[in-house]
């Protein structure tokens, strides 16, 4: 396959993972048992800071996540984009304000990335841990940033766990993939 070919069929499942996404296809209504493995997993690894992410309205919902995670004093960085990268800021519910893109992002200064664990967001994740991003390259660029001991976490819906995506050189791997059915080592 071409990388032109590649491309393309990135953009076309992009395309339709958006579509069922706006539909409300079968399985994207999982309340918050995506979240509730994560924090199970945190709380057996026994993470003191992590970073994770503020959902946008089409994503499997982070609410519940960052929630626990400041009650039980699991510290999370969030992004915020900063020209063509994420930066990282200490989260907190009452110091949030609509980004670029729409998705509520931090206030405050950033922090480097030194984190034990990190959650991000993708469109699908495969058997291999390849992912399909949204196509801008932010968390490519962080996961070429971030040592391979760190695990790295996608939340995806369960329809979404694909047995093969569509993938080139520069995209990164995750090392698990947590869904409303559980959380799977993927790597």
Same mark, same amino acid.
């Given at each position: 396959?071409?990388?032109?070919?590649?491309?393309?069929? $990135?953009?076309?499942?992009? $395309? +339709?993972?958006?579509?069922? @996404?706006?539909?409300?296809? +079968?399985?994207?209504?999982?309340?918050?048992?995506?979240?509730?493995? !994560? *924090? %199970?997993?945190?709380?057996?690894?026994?993470?003191? $800071? !992590? &970073? &994770?992410?503020?959902?946008?309205?089409?994503?499997?919902?982070?609410?519940? %996540?960052?929630? #626990?995670?400041? =009650?039980?004093? !699991?510290? #999370?960085?969030?992004?915020?984009?900063?020209?063509?990268?994420?930066?990282?800021? %200490?989260?907190?519910?009452?110091? /949030?304000? =609509?980004?670029?893109?729409?998705?509520? +992002?931090? !206030?405050?200064?950033?922090?480097?990335?030194? #984190?034990?664990?990190?959650?991000?967001?993708? %469109?699908?994740?495969?058997?291999?841990?390849? @992912?399909?991003? @949204?196509? $801008?390259?932010?968390?490519?660029?962080?996961?070429?940033? *971030?040592?391979?001991?760190?695990?790295?976490?996608?939340?995806?819906?369960?329809?979404?766990? /694909?047995? +093969? *995506?569509?993938?080139?050189?520069?995209? @990164?791997? #995750?090392?698990?993939?947590?869904?409303?059915?559980?959380?799977?080592? *993927?790597?």
């Amino acid at each position: 396959m071409t990388n032109a070919d590649i491309a393309s069929a $990135k953009k076309d499942l992009r $395309k +339709e993972i958006l579509a069922a @996404r706006a539909e409300g296809a +079968e399985g994207h209504i999982c309340e918050d048992q995506h979240d509730e493995h !994560i *924090v %199970l997993h945190l709380a057996d690894q026994g993470f003191r $800071k !992590i &970073a &994770a992410y503020v959902a946008m309205d089409d994503e499997p919902c982070t609410d519940l %996540l960052l929630g #626990v995670c400041d =009650e039980v004093g !699991i510290q #999370v960085l969030v992004p915020r984009v900063a020209g063509d990268d994420l930066e990282w800021v %200490l989260f907190d519910w009452d110091e /949030l304000e =609509e980004g670029e893109f729409g998705v509520p +992002e931090p !206030i405050g200064d950033a922090e480097p990335l030194q #984190v034990e664990a990190l959650i991000i967001p993708a %469109l699908a994740v495969d058997q291999h841990g390849n @992912r399909l991003g @949204r196509g $801008k390259g932010y968390y490519d660029r962080v996961l070429a940033s *971030v040592p391979s001991s760190v695990p790295v976490i996608a939340l995806v819906h369960d329809s979404e766990f /694909l047995e +093969e *995506v569509p993938t080139e050189d520069f995209d @990164r791997r #995750v090392t698990h993939v947590a869904t409303c059915s559980g959380l799977y080592p *993927v790597a």
